[in-house]
């Protein structure tokens, strides 16, 4: 027997349906996110008004314990003494109210209890902002606290006026600059390699991880080309990696080495970037970018080439991620270094 009409266009019509239901559910969700988040902020904010107004230390865990005691027999379990802690948190590590308005959308209330409990005010703003550029999930946010991402970034190793223009900036016009996704050093624990390789094997492994490897590099990054060929009076030259970032709207060509970066290794750089932007820069592109990834560096050499102003990073990479205390000691170590380096060179100028 033939289908009738009816049953040959039910599939479509339910898949239609639900369509509309599982969208107006995530519309709901949404903005029930949203109405709590500001809840909890308001919250928390009357909270720490009352407390502010007492001189008596003790008086905050008193008003808290009360409250909890009312609202809880009245409202449920979300309203216990724990979650009015994180909301009187919430209020303290975030005090604009504009800032609260801005995120609500995008970071649910564990993205919140997370980001409020980092001590750095600049770390704290820079994870939430990454947070709302990026989508992240509160998984990738977890992962991208404990390999230190902030400490990693080229941003935390400035001096703390200029960290916080660039997060100001970030904030009112969502642009991202090198400085916010350029790391050192890259944990490329994932790619499986033994302690003996060879950059081949360096260069099929990242090839084989790609996606991972793109995670690990940052925002915006895409693959473009593998041992890209460029032919400079009848020489052949090979860039190991092209990429292009979206977000900073330029070429980035990567070459990888397995020993310490050396000097010359800057000229080589150097001579692919200007081929790059002679010939593959597009209108409306900032200039190609470089990444030297190599396993060791000595700083007074990078330092003294001053390889910012041309466009180049140097960066380490880990093929094993260490404890957690050393990689910490390590980049706290490099940007005391760094910003020590840069206030100087400000009193020398």
């Known amino acids: 027997m033939k289908p009738t009409a009816a049953e040959t266009a039910a599939p479509q019509l339910l ?20 109405a709590l ?24 865990e008193q008003i808290v314990q009360a409250l909890a005691k009312q609202l809880e027999a009245d409202y449920g379990r979300g309203f216990s003494a724990k979650n009015l802690r994180h909301m009187l948190r919430f209020a303290e590590a975030i005090p604009s109210q504009e800032i609260v308005s801005a995120v609500r959308r995008q970071l649910s209330w564990t993205h919140i209890k997370t980001l409020i409990y980092i ?87 990242i090839l084989r991880e790609l996606e991972n490897f793109l995670l690990e590099l940052g925002a915006g990054f895409t693959f473009v080309a593998r041992q890209k060929r460029l032919q400079i009076d009848n020489d052949d030259f090979y860039i190991d990696l092209l990429l292009y970032n979206r977000r900073l ?29 002679k010939h593959e820069q597009e209108p409306g592109e900032a200039p190609p970018l470089g ?42 170590e490099a940007i005391t270094r760094s910003r020590a380096r840069l206030e100087n060179r400000g009193e020398d100028a």
């Open 15 to 34: 898949g239609d349906i639900r369509q509309l239901i599982e969208q107006s559910r995530g519309q709901l969700a949404a903005a029930v996110n949203s």
């Open 37 to 60: 988040t500001m809840l909890y902020w308001h919250i928390g904010h009357r909270i720490r008004t009352e407390i502010l107004g007492s001189e008596r230390a003790t008086y905050g």
């Open 119 to 205: 001590d750095n005010p600049l770390k704290r703003d820079f994870y939430l902002q990454m947070c709302q550029q990026e989508g992240w999930s509160t998984r990738t946010l977890q992962d991208r606290l404990d390999s230190q991402l902030f400490e990693r970034t080229a941003l935390s190793r400035q001096p703390e006026q200029l960290l916080e223009q660039e997060l100001a900036t970030l904030r009112q016009t969502g642009t991202l600059t090198p400085a916010l996704v350029l790391k050192d050093p890259y944990i490329l624990d994932f790619l499986g390699l033994q302690d003996r390789y060879l950059e081949k094997d360096l260069e099929d492994a």
């Open 249 to 277: 709207k330029r070429l980035v060509a990567i070459e990888l080495k397995l020993g310490d970066f050396k000097a010359a290794d800057k000229g080589q750089m150097e001579l692919y970037l200007r081929w790059l932007a």
């Open 291 to 332: 990444i030297i990834l190599c396993s060791g560096k000595k700083q007074e050499q990078v330092e003294l080439l001053e390889l910012d102003a041309s466009g180049i990073h140097i960066a380490e990479y880990l093929t094993s991620l260490p404890p957690r205390e050393v990689l910490q000691a390590k980049l706290h």
